[in-house]
Protein backbone atom coordinates (compact mmCIF):
# COMPACT_ATOMS: atom_id res chain seq x y z
CA UNK A 1 0.00 0.00 0.00
CA UNK A 2 1.27 3.48 -0.88
CA UNK A 3 2.51 5.45 2.14
CA UNK A 4 -0.01 8.46 2.72
CA UNK A 5 2.46 11.08 1.60
CA UNK A 6 2.44 9.44 -1.99
CA UNK A 7 -1.85 9.22 -1.80
CA UNK A 8 -1.56 13.08 -1.12
CA UNK A 9 1.06 13.96 -3.74
CA UNK A 10 3.83 14.99 -1.92
CA UNK A 11 7.42 13.54 -2.03
CA UNK A 12 8.71 12.65 0.95
CA UNK A 13 12.30 12.78 1.53
CA UNK A 14 12.64 10.26 4.29
CA UNK A 15 14.36 6.65 3.21
CA UNK A 16 10.93 5.22 2.89
CA UNK A 17 11.04 1.37 1.46
CA UNK A 18 7.90 0.55 -0.71
CA UNK A 19 6.62 -2.33 -2.65
CA UNK A 20 9.76 -4.58 -1.65
CA UNK A 21 12.15 -1.79 -3.83
CA UNK A 22 15.37 -1.30 -2.62
CA UNK A 23 17.52 2.47 -3.02
CA UNK A 24 18.80 0.99 -6.01
CA UNK A 25 15.62 0.97 -7.69
CA UNK A 26 15.03 4.53 -7.14
CA UNK A 27 18.92 5.47 -8.21
CA UNK A 28 18.00 5.85 -11.59
CA UNK A 29 15.37 9.06 -10.78
CA UNK A 30 18.12 11.23 -9.55
CA UNK A 31 21.04 10.30 -11.58
CA UNK A 32 21.74 12.54 -13.73
CA UNK A 33 21.25 11.39 -18.11
CA UNK A 34 24.83 11.50 -19.88
CA UNK A 35 25.59 14.31 -22.35
CA UNK A 36 24.16 12.94 -25.59
CA UNK A 37 27.18 12.74 -27.40
CA UNK A 38 25.78 12.27 -31.10
CA UNK A 39 23.22 15.90 -30.27
CA UNK A 40 26.28 17.20 -28.55
CA UNK A 41 28.41 16.95 -32.31
CA UNK A 42 25.29 18.14 -34.46
CA UNK A 43 25.34 21.17 -31.75
CA UNK A 44 29.15 21.86 -32.30
CA UNK A 45 28.88 21.63 -36.06
CA UNK A 46 25.47 23.53 -36.77
CA UNK A 47 27.22 26.55 -34.27
CA UNK A 48 30.18 26.71 -36.66
CA UNK A 49 27.94 28.71 -38.72
CA UNK A 50 28.25 30.94 -36.01
CA UNK A 51 32.37 31.93 -36.31
CA UNK A 52 31.45 33.50 -39.57
CA UNK A 53 30.36 36.75 -37.49
CA UNK A 54 32.33 36.32 -34.86
CA UNK A 55 35.32 36.79 -37.11
CA UNK A 56 34.24 39.08 -39.15
CA UNK A 57 33.44 41.12 -35.39
CA UNK A 58 36.77 40.67 -34.37
CA UNK A 59 38.93 40.75 -37.72
CA UNK A 60 37.01 44.60 -38.28
CA UNK A 61 38.25 45.97 -35.08
CA UNK A 62 41.93 45.63 -36.00
CA UNK A 63 41.52 45.85 -39.58
CA UNK A 64 39.92 49.19 -39.88
CA UNK A 65 43.13 50.82 -38.93
CA UNK A 66 44.91 49.93 -41.43
CA UNK A 67 41.81 50.32 -44.24
CA UNK A 68 41.69 53.67 -42.83
CA UNK A 69 44.94 54.32 -43.82
CA UNK A 70 44.93 52.69 -46.55
CA UNK A 71 41.74 54.05 -48.62
CA UNK A 72 42.00 57.33 -46.97
CA UNK A 73 38.50 57.22 -45.36
CA UNK A 74 37.04 59.59 -43.12
CA UNK A 75 35.41 58.31 -39.07
CA UNK A 76 31.53 58.61 -40.88
CA UNK A 77 32.69 56.12 -43.72
CA UNK A 78 34.58 54.09 -41.15
CA UNK A 79 31.88 53.76 -38.54
CA UNK A 80 29.05 52.87 -41.61
CA UNK A 81 31.81 50.12 -43.05
CA UNK A 82 32.15 48.52 -39.48
CA UNK A 83 28.61 48.25 -38.92
CA UNK A 84 26.64 47.92 -41.93
CA UNK A 85 27.57 43.96 -42.19
CA UNK A 86 24.48 44.19 -39.42
CA UNK A 87 21.65 46.20 -41.41
CA UNK A 88 22.83 43.93 -44.37
CA UNK A 89 22.54 40.74 -42.47
CA UNK A 90 18.93 41.87 -42.18
CA UNK A 91 18.63 40.17 -45.42
CA UNK A 92 19.59 36.99 -44.45
CA UNK A 93 18.03 36.75 -41.22
CA UNK A 94 14.65 37.84 -42.62
CA UNK A 95 15.29 35.21 -45.71
CA UNK A 96 16.42 32.41 -43.55
CA UNK A 97 12.62 31.54 -41.86
CA UNK A 98 10.77 30.82 -44.74
CA UNK A 99 14.27 29.03 -46.36
CA UNK A 100 14.87 26.71 -43.44
CA UNK A 101 11.23 25.35 -43.89
CA UNK A 102 11.05 24.70 -47.34
CA UNK A 103 14.59 23.45 -47.79
CA UNK A 104 14.89 21.95 -44.17
CA UNK A 105 17.18 23.58 -41.67
CA UNK A 106 20.99 21.70 -43.17
CA UNK A 107 20.56 23.10 -46.58
CA UNK A 108 19.90 26.55 -45.19
CA UNK A 109 23.45 26.35 -42.99
CA UNK A 110 25.42 25.17 -46.29
CA UNK A 111 24.03 28.18 -47.95
CA UNK A 112 25.12 30.38 -45.00
CA UNK A 113 28.54 29.41 -45.42
CA UNK A 114 28.58 29.74 -49.50
CA UNK A 115 27.44 32.98 -48.97
CA UNK A 116 29.55 33.91 -46.32
CA UNK A 117 32.80 32.25 -48.21
CA UNK A 118 31.80 34.37 -51.43
CA UNK A 119 31.35 37.96 -49.42
CA UNK A 120 35.06 37.05 -47.94
CA UNK A 121 36.73 36.82 -51.11
CA UNK A 122 35.24 40.17 -52.50
CA UNK A 123 35.99 42.07 -49.26
CA UNK A 124 39.56 40.29 -49.53
CA UNK A 125 40.10 41.25 -53.16
CA UNK A 126 38.01 44.96 -52.88
CA UNK A 127 40.49 47.51 -54.39
CA UNK A 128 38.01 50.59 -53.19
CA UNK A 129 35.38 51.27 -50.65
CA UNK A 130 32.31 50.28 -52.85
CA UNK A 131 34.13 47.34 -53.51
CA UNK A 132 34.85 46.54 -49.85
CA UNK A 133 30.95 47.51 -49.08
CA UNK A 134 30.07 45.40 -51.71
CA UNK A 135 31.63 42.57 -50.25
CA UNK A 136 30.20 43.41 -46.71
CA UNK A 137 26.61 43.45 -48.67
CA UNK A 138 27.43 39.57 -49.25
CA UNK A 139 28.92 38.47 -46.31
CA UNK A 140 26.42 40.29 -44.21
CA UNK A 141 23.20 38.35 -45.55
CA UNK A 142 25.48 35.13 -45.35
CA UNK A 143 26.08 36.37 -41.87
CA UNK A 144 21.93 36.71 -41.40
CA UNK A 145 21.72 33.09 -42.15
CA UNK A 146 23.95 31.40 -40.07
CA UNK A 147 22.96 33.54 -36.75
CA UNK A 148 19.51 32.74 -37.32
CA UNK A 149 19.59 29.15 -38.36
CA UNK A 150 22.23 27.97 -35.41
CA UNK A 151 20.54 28.31 -32.50
CA UNK A 152 17.19 26.88 -33.88
CA UNK A 153 18.41 23.72 -35.31
CA UNK A 154 20.52 23.05 -32.12
CA UNK A 155 17.50 23.85 -30.07
CA UNK A 156 15.27 21.37 -31.94
CA UNK A 157 17.91 18.20 -32.30
CA UNK A 158 18.90 19.00 -28.42
CA UNK A 159 16.99 17.08 -25.40
CA UNK A 160 15.91 18.79 -22.28
CA UNK A 161 18.26 17.81 -20.45
CA UNK A 162 20.95 19.53 -22.08
CA UNK A 163 19.25 21.96 -24.36
CA UNK A 164 20.55 24.90 -22.37
CA UNK A 165 24.44 23.72 -22.91
CA UNK A 166 23.98 22.69 -26.39
CA UNK A 167 21.67 26.14 -27.49
CA UNK A 168 24.68 27.97 -26.13
CA UNK A 169 27.24 26.89 -28.42
CA UNK A 170 26.45 29.52 -31.13
CA UNK A 171 27.35 31.78 -28.85
CA UNK A 172 30.54 29.97 -27.84
CA UNK A 173 31.74 29.70 -31.36
CA UNK A 174 31.07 33.52 -31.96
CA UNK A 175 33.34 34.14 -28.80
CA UNK A 176 35.81 31.85 -30.70
CA UNK A 177 35.24 33.64 -34.21
CA UNK A 178 36.30 37.08 -32.33
CA UNK A 179 39.34 35.46 -30.74
CA UNK A 180 40.75 34.81 -34.45
CA UNK A 181 39.86 37.92 -35.72
CA UNK A 182 42.00 39.80 -33.00
CA UNK A 183 44.51 37.02 -33.42
CA UNK A 184 44.22 37.74 -37.39
CA UNK A 185 45.03 41.48 -36.60
CA UNK A 186 47.92 40.68 -34.87
CA UNK A 187 49.37 38.33 -36.97
CA UNK A 188 49.25 40.30 -40.54
CA UNK A 189 49.46 43.49 -39.19
CA UNK A 190 53.67 42.99 -40.43
CA UNK A 191 52.59 42.62 -43.56
CA UNK A 192 52.55 45.89 -45.64
CA UNK A 193 49.36 48.05 -44.97
CA UNK A 194 47.93 47.20 -48.47
CA UNK A 195 47.99 44.07 -48.23
CA UNK A 196 47.62 42.74 -44.06
CA UNK A 197 43.81 43.88 -44.25
CA UNK A 198 43.19 42.26 -47.20
CA UNK A 199 44.50 39.04 -45.89
CA UNK A 200 42.57 39.61 -42.67
CA UNK A 201 39.60 39.78 -44.09
CA UNK A 202 40.21 36.98 -46.73
CA UNK A 203 40.86 34.55 -44.56
CA UNK A 204 37.55 34.20 -42.95
CA UNK A 205 36.67 32.32 -46.40
CA UNK A 206 38.31 29.12 -44.82
CA UNK A 207 35.68 28.20 -42.08
CA UNK A 208 33.12 28.34 -44.23
CA UNK A 209 34.22 25.56 -46.31
CA UNK A 210 35.20 23.66 -43.54
CA UNK A 211 31.06 24.09 -42.58
CA UNK A 212 29.87 23.26 -46.09
CA UNK A 213 31.82 19.64 -45.61
CA UNK A 214 31.09 19.17 -41.53
CA UNK A 215 27.30 20.07 -42.71
CA UNK A 216 27.23 16.72 -44.91
CA UNK A 217 27.49 14.27 -41.42
CA UNK A 218 24.93 16.12 -39.73
CA UNK A 219 20.72 15.07 -39.48
CA UNK A 220 18.27 17.10 -40.64
CA UNK A 221 16.47 18.55 -37.89
CA UNK A 222 13.42 16.12 -36.36
CA UNK A 223 10.77 18.83 -36.08
CA UNK A 224 11.07 19.82 -39.97
CA UNK A 225 10.83 16.25 -40.70
CA UNK A 226 7.63 16.00 -38.86
CA UNK A 227 6.41 19.17 -40.47
CA UNK A 228 6.75 17.39 -43.87
CA UNK A 229 5.42 14.07 -42.48
CA UNK A 230 9.02 11.69 -43.07
CA UNK A 231 7.88 10.18 -39.54
CA UNK A 232 10.44 7.79 -40.15
CA UNK A 233 13.31 9.55 -40.35
CA UNK A 234 12.24 11.90 -37.81
CA UNK A 235 12.22 9.15 -35.04
CA UNK A 236 15.49 7.42 -35.99
CA UNK A 237 16.84 11.22 -35.45
CA UNK A 238 15.41 11.53 -31.86
CA UNK A 239 16.21 7.51 -31.33
CA UNK A 240 19.63 9.46 -31.29
CA UNK A 241 19.31 12.88 -29.69
CA UNK A 242 16.94 11.71 -27.17
CA UNK A 243 18.52 10.41 -23.91
CA UNK A 244 16.52 7.67 -23.58
CA UNK A 245 14.03 5.52 -25.68
CA UNK A 246 11.07 7.01 -23.60
CA UNK A 247 11.80 10.44 -23.83
CA UNK A 248 12.34 10.31 -27.68
CA UNK A 249 8.90 8.69 -27.78
CA UNK A 250 7.62 11.13 -25.91
CA UNK A 251 9.40 14.45 -28.50
CA UNK A 252 7.71 12.52 -31.18
CA UNK A 253 4.31 12.42 -29.72
CA UNK A 254 4.81 16.37 -28.47
CA UNK A 255 6.13 17.30 -32.08
CA UNK A 256 3.02 15.54 -33.80
CA UNK A 257 0.57 17.24 -31.99
CA UNK A 258 2.16 20.33 -32.27
CA UNK A 259 2.28 19.73 -36.45
CA UNK A 260 -1.59 18.74 -36.09
CA UNK A 261 -0.34 15.18 -36.84
CA UNK A 262 -2.74 12.82 -34.92
CA UNK A 263 -0.76 10.13 -32.49
CA UNK A 264 -2.15 6.85 -34.34
CA UNK A 265 -0.51 7.48 -37.65
CA UNK A 266 2.41 5.68 -37.27
CA UNK A 267 3.78 5.10 -40.79
CA UNK A 268 7.28 6.17 -41.85
CA UNK A 269 5.52 8.62 -44.12
CA UNK A 270 2.33 11.01 -44.00
CA UNK A 271 0.41 13.67 -45.99
CA UNK A 272 0.77 16.67 -43.81
CA UNK A 273 -1.23 19.21 -44.66
CA UNK A 274 0.55 21.99 -46.40
CA UNK A 275 -0.28 25.21 -44.29
CA UNK A 276 2.90 26.93 -43.83
CA UNK A 277 6.23 27.53 -45.43
CA UNK A 278 5.65 30.74 -43.71
CA UNK A 279 1.82 31.09 -44.51
CA UNK A 280 -0.18 32.63 -41.87
CA UNK A 281 2.52 32.59 -39.24
CA UNK A 282 2.92 35.96 -39.95
CA UNK A 283 -0.70 37.51 -39.20
CA UNK A 284 -0.61 34.82 -36.29
CA UNK A 285 2.68 36.32 -34.96
CA UNK A 286 1.89 40.32 -35.18
CA UNK A 287 -1.90 40.65 -36.35
CA UNK A 288 -3.76 38.11 -34.14
CA UNK A 289 -1.50 36.46 -31.45
CA UNK A 290 -2.98 35.02 -28.62
CA UNK A 291 -1.39 35.93 -24.76
CA UNK A 292 0.93 33.63 -25.01
CA UNK A 293 2.18 34.90 -28.11
CA UNK A 294 2.39 37.98 -27.68
CA UNK A 295 4.39 37.48 -23.91
CA UNK A 296 6.96 35.09 -26.15
CA UNK A 297 7.49 37.49 -28.83
CA UNK A 298 8.08 40.43 -26.53
CA UNK A 299 10.52 38.37 -24.76
CA UNK A 300 11.94 37.06 -27.44
CA UNK A 301 12.38 40.25 -29.17
CA UNK A 302 13.20 42.23 -25.83
CA UNK A 303 15.93 40.08 -24.81
CA UNK A 304 17.92 40.65 -28.38
CA UNK A 305 17.26 44.40 -28.22
CA UNK A 306 19.07 44.63 -24.12
CA UNK A 307 21.71 42.28 -25.48
CA UNK A 308 23.21 44.93 -28.13
CA UNK A 309 21.27 48.06 -26.84
CA UNK A 310 23.93 47.53 -23.79
CA UNK A 311 26.79 48.15 -26.27
CA UNK A 312 28.98 45.37 -26.52
CA UNK A 313 29.54 45.64 -30.15
CA UNK A 314 30.48 48.84 -28.87
CA UNK A 315 33.09 47.72 -26.67
CA UNK A 316 33.87 45.13 -29.16
CA UNK A 317 34.46 46.47 -32.38
CA UNK A 318 35.79 49.41 -30.77
CA UNK A 319 38.07 48.49 -28.43
CA UNK A 320 41.18 49.68 -29.92
CA UNK A 321 39.39 52.59 -29.97
CA UNK A 322 38.65 52.45 -26.24
CA UNK A 323 41.93 51.29 -25.09
CA UNK A 324 43.69 54.21 -27.09
CA UNK A 325 41.33 56.82 -25.21
CA UNK A 326 42.51 55.25 -21.92
CA UNK A 327 45.97 55.52 -23.15
CA UNK A 328 47.41 52.92 -24.96
CA UNK A 329 48.59 54.82 -27.90
CA UNK A 330 51.17 51.97 -30.13
CA UNK A 331 48.72 49.63 -32.12
CA UNK A 332 50.86 46.91 -31.33
CA UNK A 333 49.63 47.71 -27.59
CA UNK A 334 46.14 48.28 -28.62
CA UNK A 335 45.84 44.99 -30.50
CA UNK A 336 46.96 43.12 -27.75
CA UNK A 337 44.35 44.47 -25.26
CA UNK A 338 41.65 43.66 -27.55
CA UNK A 339 43.39 39.80 -27.96
CA UNK A 340 43.08 39.81 -24.06
CA UNK A 341 39.19 41.31 -25.02
CA UNK A 342 39.08 37.81 -26.72
CA UNK A 343 40.49 35.89 -24.98
CA UNK A 344 38.38 36.51 -21.26
CA UNK A 345 35.00 36.61 -23.41
CA UNK A 346 36.22 32.98 -25.22
CA UNK A 347 36.95 31.64 -21.42
CA UNK A 348 33.81 33.05 -19.85
CA UNK A 349 31.30 31.88 -22.36
CA UNK A 350 32.89 28.17 -22.09
CA UNK A 351 32.18 28.82 -18.36
CA UNK A 352 28.26 29.22 -18.90
CA UNK A 353 27.73 26.50 -20.95
CA UNK A 354 28.12 24.39 -18.51
CA UNK A 355 25.98 26.45 -15.83
CA UNK A 356 22.91 27.23 -18.18
CA UNK A 357 21.46 23.52 -17.35
CA UNK A 358 22.95 23.53 -13.81
CA UNK A 359 21.93 27.05 -12.61
CA UNK A 360 19.33 28.29 -15.14
CA UNK A 361 18.70 30.91 -17.16
CA UNK A 362 17.12 33.62 -15.06
CA UNK A 363 19.53 33.57 -12.37
CA UNK A 364 22.48 33.48 -14.92
CA UNK A 365 20.78 36.48 -16.78
CA UNK A 366 20.20 38.78 -13.74
CA UNK A 367 23.15 38.50 -12.40
CA UNK A 368 24.94 38.70 -15.48
CA UNK A 369 23.04 42.21 -16.65
CA UNK A 370 23.26 43.22 -12.97
CA UNK A 371 27.32 43.17 -13.42
CA UNK A 372 27.57 44.96 -16.59
CA UNK A 373 25.71 48.01 -14.81
CA UNK A 374 28.26 48.24 -12.61
CA UNK A 375 31.14 47.55 -14.73
CA UNK A 376 29.70 49.74 -17.55
CA UNK A 377 29.17 52.98 -15.10
CA UNK A 378 32.57 51.65 -13.83
CA UNK A 379 34.19 51.98 -16.91
CA UNK A 380 32.16 55.44 -17.62
CA UNK A 381 33.76 56.81 -14.67
CA UNK A 382 37.03 56.39 -15.27
CA UNK A 383 37.06 56.99 -18.83
CA UNK A 384 35.44 60.28 -18.26
CA UNK A 385 38.77 61.02 -15.52
CA UNK A 386 41.40 59.89 -18.59
CA UNK A 387 39.21 62.11 -20.49
CA UNK A 388 39.34 65.34 -18.51
CA UNK A 389 42.92 65.18 -17.82
CA UNK A 390 45.89 66.42 -19.12
CA UNK A 391 48.53 64.04 -18.03
CA UNK A 392 48.22 59.80 -17.41
CA UNK A 393 46.78 58.73 -14.42
CA UNK A 394 47.69 54.62 -14.22
CA UNK A 395 45.25 54.03 -11.93
CA UNK A 396 42.22 55.28 -14.25
CA UNK A 397 44.00 53.61 -17.06
CA UNK A 398 44.29 49.97 -15.33
CA UNK A 399 40.91 50.75 -13.88
CA UNK A 400 39.90 51.24 -17.66
CA UNK A 401 41.18 48.16 -19.08
CA UNK A 402 39.91 46.25 -15.99
CA UNK A 403 36.45 47.39 -16.33
CA UNK A 404 36.43 46.55 -20.34
CA UNK A 405 37.55 43.07 -19.63
CA UNK A 406 34.91 42.64 -16.91
CA UNK A 407 32.17 43.78 -19.22
CA UNK A 408 32.84 41.19 -21.49
CA UNK A 409 33.66 38.19 -19.19
CA UNK A 410 30.28 39.77 -17.26
CA UNK A 411 28.07 39.78 -21.16
CA UNK A 412 29.53 35.90 -21.89
CA UNK A 413 28.80 34.59 -18.77
CA UNK A 414 25.28 35.05 -19.22
CA UNK A 415 23.54 37.86 -21.45
CA UNK A 416 25.37 36.25 -24.38
CA UNK A 417 24.47 32.90 -24.45
CA UNK A 418 21.10 32.91 -22.78
CA UNK A 419 19.72 35.64 -25.76
CA UNK A 420 20.71 33.01 -28.67
CA UNK A 421 19.30 29.90 -25.94
CA UNK A 422 15.95 31.69 -24.55
CA UNK A 423 14.76 32.87 -27.90
CA UNK A 424 15.14 29.96 -29.43
CA UNK A 425 13.33 28.10 -27.31
CA UNK A 426 10.30 29.68 -26.35
CA UNK A 427 8.86 30.32 -29.64
CA UNK A 428 5.51 27.21 -30.45
CA UNK A 429 6.94 25.20 -33.16
CA UNK A 430 4.76 26.26 -35.96
CA UNK A 431 6.38 30.11 -35.46
CA UNK A 432 9.59 29.17 -34.09
CA UNK A 433 11.42 30.10 -37.49
CA UNK A 434 9.78 33.11 -38.40
CA UNK A 435 9.81 34.31 -34.69
CA UNK A 436 13.77 33.06 -34.64
CA UNK A 437 14.31 35.40 -37.38
CA UNK A 438 12.16 38.40 -35.89
CA UNK A 439 14.95 38.59 -33.04
CA UNK A 440 17.58 38.32 -35.42
CA UNK A 441 16.73 41.32 -37.31
CA UNK A 442 16.49 43.05 -34.64
CA UNK A 443 19.44 42.11 -32.67
CA UNK A 444 21.40 42.55 -35.84
CA UNK A 445 19.36 46.06 -36.70
CA UNK A 446 20.08 47.77 -33.17
CA UNK A 447 23.82 46.02 -33.07
CA UNK A 448 23.99 47.88 -36.71
CA UNK A 449 22.75 51.49 -35.26
CA UNK A 450 24.98 51.03 -31.93
CA UNK A 451 28.15 50.17 -34.62
CA UNK A 452 27.45 52.47 -36.99
CA UNK A 453 26.62 55.45 -34.18
CA UNK A 454 29.23 54.96 -31.85
CA UNK A 455 32.04 57.18 -32.65
CA UNK A 456 29.54 60.24 -33.47
CA UNK A 457 27.77 59.22 -30.28
CA UNK A 458 31.25 59.89 -27.89
CA UNK A 459 32.26 63.08 -30.19
CA UNK A 460 28.63 64.02 -29.18
CA UNK A 461 28.48 63.38 -25.28
CA UNK A 462 32.03 61.80 -24.35
CA UNK A 463 33.49 58.28 -24.43
CA UNK A 464 32.25 58.43 -20.94
CA UNK A 465 28.74 59.75 -21.32
CA UNK A 466 28.39 57.28 -23.91
CA UNK A 467 29.38 54.21 -21.77
CA UNK A 468 26.99 55.67 -18.70
CA UNK A 469 24.21 55.49 -21.44
CA UNK A 470 24.71 51.79 -21.79
CA UNK A 471 24.54 51.96 -18.35
CA UNK A 472 21.04 53.23 -18.40
CA UNK A 473 19.95 50.53 -20.76
CA UNK A 474 21.19 47.88 -18.90
CA UNK A 475 19.36 48.66 -16.11
CA UNK A 476 16.24 48.96 -17.51
CA UNK A 477 17.00 45.83 -19.04
CA UNK A 478 17.10 44.41 -15.86
CA UNK A 479 13.84 45.51 -14.46
CA UNK A 480 12.77 43.97 -17.75
CA UNK A 481 13.99 40.46 -17.46
CA UNK A 482 13.01 40.59 -13.89
CA UNK A 483 9.36 41.18 -14.54
CA UNK A 484 8.66 39.34 -17.73
CA UNK A 485 10.63 36.55 -18.19
CA UNK A 486 10.21 32.97 -16.72
CA UNK A 487 12.62 30.11 -15.90
CA UNK A 488 12.59 27.48 -18.92
CA UNK A 489 15.55 25.17 -17.66
CA UNK A 490 14.46 21.92 -18.20
CA UNK A 491 10.95 22.33 -19.75
CA UNK A 492 10.50 20.35 -22.99
CA UNK A 493 9.81 22.70 -26.23
CA UNK A 494 6.24 22.50 -26.34
CA UNK A 495 5.67 22.53 -22.72
CA UNK A 496 6.26 26.42 -22.98
CA UNK A 497 3.44 27.48 -24.48
CA UNK A 498 2.06 27.20 -20.41
CA UNK A 499 4.41 29.47 -19.33
CA UNK A 500 3.75 32.61 -21.40
CA UNK A 501 0.80 34.49 -21.21
CA UNK A 502 0.18 36.36 -17.86
CA UNK A 503 2.42 38.35 -18.11
CA UNK A 504 3.21 39.39 -14.51
CA UNK A 505 1.24 35.95 -13.60
CA UNK A 506 4.12 33.90 -15.04
CA UNK A 507 5.40 32.87 -11.37
CA UNK A 508 2.16 31.10 -10.37
CA UNK A 509 1.91 29.22 -14.02
CA UNK A 510 5.63 28.37 -12.80
CA UNK A 511 4.10 26.65 -9.76
CA UNK A 512 1.06 25.06 -11.34
CA UNK A 513 3.44 23.30 -14.05
CA UNK A 514 6.06 22.32 -10.67
CA UNK A 515 2.61 20.48 -8.61
CA UNK A 516 1.59 18.83 -11.93
CA UNK A 517 4.71 17.06 -12.74
CA UNK A 518 4.92 16.21 -9.10
CA UNK A 519 1.62 14.50 -9.28
CA UNK A 520 2.12 12.78 -12.77
CA UNK A 521 5.63 11.53 -10.90
CA UNK A 522 3.96 10.57 -7.73
CA UNK A 523 0.66 9.28 -8.82
CA UNK A 524 2.07 5.35 -9.04
CA UNK A 525 4.50 6.07 -6.52
CA UNK A 526 7.19 6.24 -9.38
CA UNK A 527 9.11 8.44 -11.45
CA UNK A 528 10.45 6.00 -14.29
CA UNK A 529 13.71 7.74 -14.51
CA UNK A 530 12.39 11.01 -15.97
CA UNK A 531 12.38 13.61 -13.44
CA UNK A 532 15.51 16.21 -13.54
CA UNK A 533 15.80 17.39 -9.95
CA UNK A 534 15.87 21.07 -9.55
CA UNK A 535 15.03 22.27 -13.08
CA UNK A 536 12.27 23.83 -12.01
CA UNK A 537 13.32 26.59 -10.04
CA UNK A 538 11.55 30.16 -10.11
CA UNK A 539 13.11 32.32 -8.49
Not at 71 to 100: F, H, P, W
Not at 409 to 428: C, D, N, Q, R
Not at 498 to 516: S, V
Request: proline residues 4%; glycine residues 10%.
Amino acid sequence: MASMGEQNGVVSTRPVMADNRSFADFEPAVKKPKRNKFAFACAILASLTSILLGYDIGVMSGAIIYIQEDLKINDVQKEILMGILNVYSLVGSCAAGRTSDWVGRRYTIVLAGAIFFLGALLMGFATSYAFLMVGRFVAGIGVGYALMIAPVYTAEVSPASSRGFLTSFPEVFINGGILLGYVSNYAFSKLPTDLGWRFMLGVGAIPSVFLAVGVLAMPESPRWLVMQGRLGEAKKVLDKTSDSIEEAQLRLSEIKEAAGIPQECTDDVVKVQKRSHGEGVWKELLLYPTPAVRHVLICGIGIHFFQQASGIDAVVLYSPTIFEKAGITSSDGKLLATVAVGFVKTITILIATFLLDRIGRRPLLLSSIIGMVASLTTLGFSLTIIDHSHEKIPWAIGLCITMVLAYVALFSIGMGPITWVYSSEIFPLRLRAQGASMGVAVNRVTSGVISMTFISLYEAISIGGAFFLFAGVAMVATLFFYMFYPETQGKTLEEMEGLFGKFFGWREEAKKLKMKKTMEVNGDGTSNGQIQLGNTTTK
